[in-house]
């Protein structure tokens, strides 16, 4: 199972069968994500996107998929499937807290995360979206993944790490809008027993932007995102004692292949 990073908050996982799923779409203002991966030919190679929550930065790349990749599946929650529904999406697979779906090679269930959910609140009044989730993914013959979607820290994770055993977390560890640096090595230290953490929901530097022009472009409107750069190095930091979790950070761009060997 290969995870490729496309920004704060966007990943794609491929299968050892040859499947594609996306979580979080966010293209227009994400600097995170090279050009390449917004173009028709990785659009058209997704086969499902996972929603967390309806926030502009983890949905609005819906709009750019729906056009190259019409009948793309969207999985999310059952309020904010409604609204895609009726904007027009056609084949939107919502459930809710704790239900799961099977896809070919990985099985996604929607777990609790605590954090706020609204849709198109950039275009006027929000409109409630559900809650906000997470994501385990479990891949047929290989590693399970918890995604944390946005969240502050909770007991949930602890539930989780029982119930699912993943071996490689997805954490928020930005701060400001999440849980930061400090609140992530918590969780993994004593509620979470992962080989695996990705730092999640940090935003790039300028130097490490995958497009500057586009970092330029956010930083001027969503000042918030300076407070939510350079945290994946304060996470690795903080946990570079520990003895069974790794801190991985992921480039921009970047994808790394978990096999099971690891």
Request: proline fraction near 5%.
């Amino acid at each position: 199972m290969k995870i490729l990073r496309l920004g704060h908050a966007m990943y794609a996982f491929a299968t050892r069968g040859g499947k594609r799923y996306l979580i979080d779409p966010f293209f227009d203002l994400n600097p995170g994500c090279p050009e390449k991966y917004t173009q028709t030919e990785f659009l058209q190679s997704v086969d499902g996107v996972l929603l967390t929550h309806g926030h502009f930065d983890h949905v609005s790349g819906l709009s750019l998929l729906k056009q190259a990749n019409p009948e793309v599946l969207v999985v999310c929650q059952y309020e904010l499937g409604m609204l895609l529904i009726r904007e027009g999406f056609q084949n939107v697979y919502p459930i809710n807290l704790g239900g799961s779906v099977a896809l070919e090679g990985v099985t996604a269930t929607m777990v609790p995360a605590r954090h706020t959910s609204s849709y198109r609140e950039t275009e006027g009044n929000p409109i409630y979206a559900g809650e906000s989730a997470g994501y385990v993914l479990e891949f047929t013959g290989d590693h399970t993944v918890y995604h944390s979607g946005d969240t502050a820290i909770t007991m949930d994770m602890k539930l989780i790490q029982d119930l699912y055993e993943p071996k490689i977390a997805i954490l928020s560890a930005s701060g400001h809008f999440t849980m930061g640096p400090r609140e992530a090595a918590y969780a993994v230290r004593n509620l979470l027993r992962v080989r695996y953490v990705i730092p999640s929901h940090t935003f790039p530097t300028e130097a490490t932007a995958a497009r500057k022009d586009v970092w330029q472009n956010l930083v001027q409107n969503v000042p918030a995102v300076n407070a939510m750069m350079g945290r994946d190095e304060e996470l690795a930091e903080l946990l570079q004692d520990d003895p069974h979790t790794r801190v991985v950070i992921l480039g921009y761009g970047e994808e790394r292949d978990f096999d099971m060997s690891d």
